[in-house]
């Protein structure tokens, strides 16, 4: 039996209440199962999944886990982590477009891939990137300040073309430029045809024809035509982007550098990893400063404070403490991963339960970062929860916006750079404002997005 939850507490504490699916108690019937995850994972969850460590469901004699108890997540992510390999459903979504990218590939092949990859993501590359992410933030603020006061926008479109155009300029430098609608298009289309089919839902083998993988690759072949003159290019010289790093990036045990196919497969990754997370994280930072004044005017003090009025630096953000704290607890509320999954290579105990080989265990970062036991005020936005100096910081294993252990985001620290300089950049300049009457309605997919879009208006603060 299900019925429907109102969960007011939070506007007892008189806080308004974020946007959620409502919640529901006990198991959706199968048919309506499949279709609610085909359409919002999230909506899936039971009431039970906020309070308890473990859930299990059956489908087609398939074992379903959803884990939120943070030393088991430990186990699954990171003690035992050889154990579980990634989700059939992940790898059968995207591995059509990606390939053998670092986020699908597994074993030796992923080990391989992630010991060449890791030095281009170091420290050093944000000082290099950082200016180019300012460059791009003020030039949309530029153009926002010629939006008159009543205009009404939609943010979220905003934030993914900025992060796609940041994304593009980070991997290709300047000759990105001129096809950045085209890029757009592509990417835009093939995540709009990756979405999980029953077949995909429940195992079924991979050599069953699935048509919409079918349009997905064909979506990206336009992307591939973009990418590859851009990929030739670079067979001489560092154009001093993320493209040069990959090609001249050698493993320092073997010497061995990537194949021009796996070139390609890590800018694929690269770009539909890294820009449509860090544009919803963005997105549902404007939404809940938005919704709370209070925190607003703190972020806009802090900003003022330490920035005057100039444009972000990299070496701002450690003086920007409070964007951070406000950026943390935006990625618990509306994580922009809100499911990771794995699967069993053999049989395990989780909590006392036995896990028999092949079952699919999912770590749910949306229920995980809303856990009655784990968070006091769940469903509230509290940013100063996050503030090192005052509060005890959770569990690690009960916040993992990036997941955790060896698979845990490449691109964690640019995503966070990134966000906090967008963050800096327009937040000195704009206040948005919600347009009343305008449902907010968060959708996992693969991604955590709001359906339709957040509209917006602007109020420039100078
Ligand atoms: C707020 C922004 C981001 C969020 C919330 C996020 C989240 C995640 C999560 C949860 C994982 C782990 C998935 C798993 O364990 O199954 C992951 C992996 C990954 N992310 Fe991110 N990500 C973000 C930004 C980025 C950026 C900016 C890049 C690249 C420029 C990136 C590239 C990757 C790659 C390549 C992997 C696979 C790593 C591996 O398996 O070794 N991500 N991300």
Same mark, same amino acid.
Not at 19 to 39: H, I, K, S
Not at 277 to 291: E, G, K, N
Not at 349 to 373: E, N, T, Y
Not at 397 to 416: K, Q
């Given at each position: 039996?299900?019925? =429907?939850?109102?969960?007011?507490?939070?506007?007892?504490?008189?806080?308004?209440?974020?946007?959620?699916? *409502?919640?529901?108690?006990?198991?959706?019937?199968? /048919?309506?199962?499949?279709?609610? #995850?085909?359409?919002?994972?999230?909506?899936?969850?039971?009431?039970?999944? &906020?309070?308890?460590?473990?859930?299990?469901?059956?489908?087609?004699?398939?074992?379903?886990?959803?884990?939120?108890?943070?030393?088991?997540?430990?186990?699954?992510?990171?003690?035992?982590?050889?154990?579980?390999?990634?989700?059939?459903?992940?790898?059968?979504?995207?591995?059509?477009?990606?390939?053998?990218? @670092?986020?699908?590939?597994?074993?030796?092949?992923?080990?391989?891939?992630?010991?060449?990859?890791?030095?281009?993501? +170091?420290?050093?590359?944000?000082?290099? /990137?950082?200016? +180019?992410?300012?460059?791009?933030?003020?030039?949309?603020?530029?153009?926002? +300040?010629?939006?008159?006061?009543?205009? =009404? /926008?939609?943010?979220?479109?905003?934030?993914?073309?900025?992060?796609?155009?940041?994304?593009?300029?980070?991997? &290709? $430098?300047?000759?990105?430029?001129?096809?950045?609608?085209?890029?757009?298009?592509?990417?835009?289309?093939?995540?709009?045809?990756?979405?999980?089919?029953?077949?995909?839902?429940?195992?079924?083998?991979?050599?069953? *024809?699935?048509?919409?993988?079918?349009?997905?690759?064909?979506?990206?072949?336009?992307?591939?035509?973009?990418?590859?003159?851009?990929?030739?290019?670079?067979?001489?010289?560092?154009?001093?982007?993320?493209?040069?790093?990959?090609?001249?990036?050698?493993?320092?045990?073997?010497?061995?550098?990537?194949?021009?196919?796996?070139?390609?497969?890590?800018?694929?990754?690269?770009?539909?990893?890294?820009?449509?997370?860090?544009?919803?994280?963005? $997105?549902?930072?404007?939404?809940?400063?938005?919704?709370?004044? #209070?925190?607003?005017?703190?972020?806009?003090?802090?900003?003022?404070?330490?920035?005057?009025?100039?444009?972000?630096? @990299?070496?701002?953000?450690?003086? @920007?403490?409070?964007?951070?704290?406000?950026?943390?607890?935006?990625?618990?509320?509306?994580?922009?991963?809100?499911?990771?999954?794995?699967?069993?290579?053999? =049989?395990?105990?989780?909590?006392?339960?036995?896990?028999?080989?092949?079952?699919?265990?999912?770590?749910?970062?949306?229920?995980?970062?809303?856990? +009655?036991?784990?968070?006091?005020?769940?469903?509230? &936005?509290?940013?100063?929860?996050?503030?090192?100096?005052?509060?005890?910081?959770?569990?690690? &294993?009960?916040?993992?916006?990036?997941?955790?252990?060896?698979?845990?985001?490449?691109?964690?620290?640019?995503?966070?750079?990134?966000?906090?300089?967008?963050?800096?950049?327009?937040?000195?300049?704009?206040? @948005?404002?919600?347009?009343?009457?305008? *449902?907010?309605?968060?959708?996992?997919?693969?991604?955590?997005?709001?359906?339709?879009?957040?509209?917006?208006?602007?109020? *420039?603060?100078?």
């Amino acid at each position: 039996m299900t019925d =429907a939850i109102d969960d007011r507490r939070s506007a007892a504490a008189g806080r308004p209440v974020l946007a959620a699916p *409502p919640r529901f108690r006990g198991q959706l019937p199968f /048919f309506r199962y499949v279709r609610t #995850v085909r359409e919002n994972t999230i909506a899936s969850l039971p009431a039970e999944a &906020f309070e308890e460590d473990i859930l299990e469901r059956r489908m087609l004699g398939q074992r379903i886990f959803s884990v939120c108890e943070p030393e088991a997540l430990k186990h699954i992510l990171l003690d035992n982590a050889e154990n579980y390999e990634k989700g059939p459903l992940l790898r059968q979504l995207l591995e059509p477009g990606l390939g053998r990218g @670092l986020l699908t590939s597994e074993g030796a092949e992923w080990r391989r891939q992630r010991r060449l990859m890791a030095p281009v993501f +170091q420290h050093k590359m944000l000082r290099r /990137f950082a200016p +180019q992410i300012v460059e791009a933030a003020e030039s949309l603020a530029d153009r926002w +300040q010629s939006r008159s006061a009543h205009e =009404a /926008f939609d943010v979220n479109g905003e934030m993914m073309r900025l992060a796609l155009i940041i994304i593009a300029r980070l991997m &290709f $430098s300047a000759d990105y430029q001129e096809r950045a609608g085209d890029v757009e298009r592509s990417v835009g289309q093939y995540q709009r045809l990756i979405r999980p089919r029953l077949m995909d839902l429940v195992g079924l083998p991979d050599w069953i *024809p699935r048509f919409n993988r079918w349009r997905a690759r064909r979506a990206l072949a336009e992307f591939d035509a973009l990418v590859r003159p851009l990929l030739e290019r670079e067979r001489g010289g560092d154009a001093g982007d993320l493209l040069s790093l990959l090609v001249a990036a050698r493993d320092e045990e073997t010497g061995e550098q990537l194949s021009p196919r796996e070139v390609r497969d890590q800018v694929v990754t690269i770009f539909l990893a890294g820009h449509e997370t860090t544009a919803q994280a963005l $997105s549902w930072t404007w939404y809940l400063l938005a919704l709370h004044p #209070v925190e607003e005017a703190r972020f806009h003090a802090e900003l003022d404070r330490v920035l005057g009025g100039r444009a972000p630096r @990299l070496g701002d953000l450690a003086d @920007l403490p409070f964007t951070r704290m406000v950026l943390e607890e935006a990625l618990r509320l509306y994580p922009p991963a809100p499911t990771i999954s794995r699967r069993a290579l053999a =049989a395990d105990r989780l909590l006392g339960r036995d896990i028999p080989r092949g079952s699919v265990v999912f770590v749910v970062p949306w229920a995980l970062h809303r856990h +009655q036991k784990l968070w006091a005020e769940p469903d509230a &936005f509290v940013p100063d929860r996050f503030d090192r100096e005052r509060a005890a910081m959770p569990h690690r &294993f009960a916040y993992l916006p990036f997941g955790a252990g060896p698979r845990i985001c490449i691109g964690a620290s640019l995503a966070m750079t990134e966000a906090m300089l967008v963050l800096a950049a327009i937040g000195q300049r704009f206040r @948005l404002r919600l347009v009343p009457g305008h *449902p907010i309605e968060p959708v996992g997919l693969i991604t955590l997005r709001p359906r339709g879009g957040i509209r917006v208006t602007l109020e *420039p603060r100078r």
